[in-house]
């Protein structure tokens, strides 16, 4: 064995069959560097096997954290007040089909008012004279009410008579 | 009292009982604390890996198999989780602020040279610092530790050999340059 591989298993002797110590044995004993360095490795490891523990410096609170942390009491609260991804989707979905349902209407009507006249803009004109003109005539209807009181009798069943 | 075994509390965990899963974290949070501190080597990160592993058990805990002890797939978790938070740049970057800013004056005793030996381990690559603190801290046989790490016997052996080699290395030469003093 050479010191190469003597080194190897000195530094795995806690992991070796018996065949692989006993010729770590032999070389120890006829190389005095090799065996130099298996005792200071041996005094080494006899440290580290006295390396102190650790341990929290307060395990109740740390556990009481670690129980927090998963079994927060919010928890429920901010799943309900913030909607889940499936409500989402629905909401936009519902949005989604109200848009094209509208632009849709939207379009249809444009189109059979095209179709049966003038452009919508002059049927809006139309239509404001039209309400106008209605204005008109009963502003003169109430004018005529008017001029119709000054020789109105009250009659004794409450009717009103024109002259 | 009987302790009841850990079968028992993961299913009753699973089946929404807190004070079954508080008992596990009782049972267990001593050694997962440790092996993270070994790890990380600072008491608030540790602790901070100590809630995250718990998190991640209780996330999986569904996955527990019959008769698997449950410290096994502690370690497992646990090693796992600190191998990710070593491998993070910000957790390295922190690391070399920690270093520069170490006394190297002090006296070699006992306290010392066991912080020597860990400021050592530190150095090492996280597999070669996952194998020593399991195998030689934490005293798992090879073969629980390959099976924790999901690593080759042969591979932990290969892992072992450098990680003692390197601790040893830079531990004498901290003793040389002390004993020079």
Redesign the interface.
Known sequence: MNCNRA??LI??EN?LNDRERAQLKEHIHLCPSCAELHA??IG??S??N????????D?SR??D???T???RPDEKIERSTFPGLWTRLGLSAVSLVLILSFYMEFNQAVAIKDSIGPSSRQVTHTAGTSILKKKNERTVSILALAEARKGMNLSNNNNYEID | MHEKPDKQLVQESLAGNQASFRLIVERTQDMVYRVAFRFLKDLHVAEDATQEVYLRLWKNLHKYRDGAKLTTWMYTITTRHCLDILKSQKFRSRLETTEQTGNLSEELDQVELHNNILKAADALTPKQKAVFVLRDLEGLSVKETSRILKMREGNVKSNLYYARKRIHEQVRKDYKVNTQK
Do not use: C, H, K, W
């Open positions: 080194e190897r530094y795995l992991e200071s490795y080494m490891v440290e580290v006295q390396v102190e523990d650790v341990s929290p410096v395990a740390l556990t954290n670690i129980m942390g998963i079994f």
